[in-house]
């Protein structure tokens, strides 16, 4: 009996050891090496995205050359003066836009920079004396006795981020300097409109952050045509041959691309990365049957048939699959023997002036006609050399409006200059990067806000160092961004905003976001508990029998005791 005793108590005191073993070691063990990893995010900074509210300042520097002020003004120059507006976006989102203008006389340098022939040379000269930082604007204010701009001409906007403004003699006759600083205040807003951001663009680069109201979507329209804000696009420039047989078509693309493109991209620099690449494609057709008006001697393409045009047209230029940024696609089109000349006609049945037309957010398509009088005697195919000036300018037109770059409508008595060789003016480069400044920080924000709520809601999402680092990154970079932008840093702002969307971006598409997507607790259990039961009954049973052993004795002393 002793030896029955002795070996029931060791079985008992085994299934201690072993049940102490799988709920103090087993148990936290297994749920440690199944539980989801979850690095730290910085959830709070995250939430406070939301609520961020944008101010956009913008240094603004009023020059008066010699005769616009009276001795009695000019002793209270230099000055400065801060102005903040604040306009609402939606009922959520409100901007301010700061404007820090300061006040002061022209150096004897610049004195004589205004003196030049013309305001283009003037523009120049001031230019050469010192560059304007990004975002910023100066107003030159000149006398009405000078002759550096037209009768006609109230404000010169030249090619810089500089403006020539004419003073009439009335304005300063009589008037303080705070009345005179009063009465130009309207004319230098009308400058800022012009050179700087403008609430509609402001609005739209916003469009991914705030719900727009139906007058924001009104004012959205124009942006509709650009592409999106991207670190780089792939321009693909492609020559259309239908007929090789008769046309023998040559064309100087890698020059043409370097006169006319490559001096805008150049400047656009700061904005993104370009890569460009040129084909010919041969018996491609635009997929869309032309009409033969009688009365032009020529056949014509309805605006209404634009529309299909680019599917037949896409399926033969390619993908681009080895690079995930936006395709700007430029197509030159000559027509086959058979159908030529053909023009594009708008809507009112009127001829396009440049025979081209755009699709917002792909790109253009230009129908180049050559003349086809060819003698019974003619050797073909024939060889066309064509007229890249002419195509360019064309496609050039096209890129400034699909990159988002807009002509502003001036106000009566603006004179605006043309652009130069590099397609882009200073000042239409500062408002560009105002809009993608703002843009990518709101894309970014709603990124990262986004998949931060889809982390909080889906508990089993592996959350990785990697990701946790691009979070962190894109919250540091929108919040150097927004200061940047807060402090008139246009530069910086843009280059911290870039920085923001491509980390966001890189968190959210990263692909070991989906490993354990589908491995909820539910199938953990349903996995590990065919494995685990069978070991646990015998030592669960055998746990049960001491306790119920256990109790007898208890009562069996109780009775013996009574």
Not at 379 to 406: C, H, S, T, W, Y
Request: glycine share 4%; net charge negative.
């Amino acid at each position: 009996m002793a030896s029955t005793e002795v070996e029931r108590k060791r079985g008992q005191l085994a299934a201690l050891a072993i049940a102490a073993v799988v709920i103090i070691v087993g148990v936290p063990l297994w749920w440690r090496t199944t539980e989801t990893y979850r690095a730290w995010l910085p959830v709070s900074e995250i939430k406070e995205l939301a609520k961020l509210q944008l101010q956009l300042s913008v240094d603004v520097e009023v020059v008066f050359a010699r005769g616009t002020l009276t001795p009695e003004q000019q002793k209270k120059v230099p000055l400065t003066q801060t102005e903040d507006e604040e306009h609402t976006v939606d009922e959520d989102t409100a901007l301010r836009y700061r404007y820090e203008t300061k006040y002061r006389t022209a150096t004897i340098m610049e004195e004589d920079s205004l003196k030049q022939p013309t305001a283009a040379e003037a523009d120049l000269s001031l230019h050469m004396l010192s560059e304007n930082p990004c975002g910023s604007v100066v107003v030159y204010v000149i006398p009405e006795s000078s002759s550096l701009l037209p009768e006609d001409v109230a404000v010169y906007i030249g090619q810089r981020r500089t403006a020539v403004l004419r003073i009439g003699a009335d304005m300063r006759v009589g008037k303080t300097l705070p009345q005179l600083l009063t009465h130009l205040q309207p004319r230098v807003k009308q400058v800022l409109q012009v050179m700087s951001f403008s609430h509609a663009d402001i609005t739209a680069a916003l469009s991914d952050r705030v719900r727009l109201s139906p007058g924001n979507k009104e004012s959205m329209a124009g942006s509709m045509r650009a592409f999106k804000s991207s670190p780089g696009y792939e321009i693909t420039f492609s020559l259309l041959n239908p007929d090789p047989k008769s046309h023998n078509l040559q064309w100087d693309i890698e020059g043409a691309v370097q006169s006319y493109i490559q001096p805008l991209l150049t400047k656009l620099a700061p904005v993104a990365n370009f890569s460009i690449d040129s084909q010919i494609l041969y018996y491609a057709v635009l997929g869309v049957n032309s009409r033969f008006d009688s009365s032009l001697n020529a056949y014509t393409l309805n605006a209404d048939s634009l529309a299909h045009v680019i599917n037949p047209v896409e399926a033969r230029l390619g993908s681009s699959a080895a690079s995930s940024n936006p395709v700007l696609n430029f197509l030159l089109y000559v027509p086959d023997a058979h159908h030529s000349p053909l023009y594009i006609q708008g809507h009112r049945k009127q001829h396009v002036p440049s025979n081209a037309f755009h699709s917002p957010r792909w790109g253009g398509i230009m129908v180049y006609n050559v003349n086809d009088n060819y003698g019974p005697e003619t050797d073909f195919p024939v060889n066309i050399n064509i007229n890249m000036a002419e195509v360019m300018g064309v496609f050039l037109a096209q890129l400034r409006l699909m990159l988002g770059v807009k002509s502003s409508n001036s106000p009566p008595g603006f004179l605006v200059a043309p652009c130069d060789n590099a397609g882009l003016a200073d000042w239409e480069l500062d408002r560009l990067m105002w809009s993608r400044s703002v843009e990518n920080i709101a894309t970014a924000t709603t990124t990262i806000t986004s998949l931060s709520q889809l982390l909080d809601q889906i508990g089993n999402i592996v959350i990785n160092d990697n990701i946790a680092q691009q979070v962190s990154s894109a919250v540091t970079a929108l919040q150097l961004a927004v200061g940047e932008l807060e402090a008139g840093n246009l530069g910086f702002a843009l280059q911290y905003s870039k920085e923001a969307i491509l980390a966001s971006e890189r968190a959210f598409f990263d692909p070991s976001l989906l490993h354990l997507l589908y491995f909820p607790d539910d199938q953990k259990f349903a996995i590990y508990i065919p494995l685990f039961l069978p070991m646990c009954v015998p030592i669960l049973l055998s746990l049960l029998k001491m306790a119920s052993e256990a109790r007898q004795r208890h009562r069996d002393k109780n009775a013996k005791k009574d």
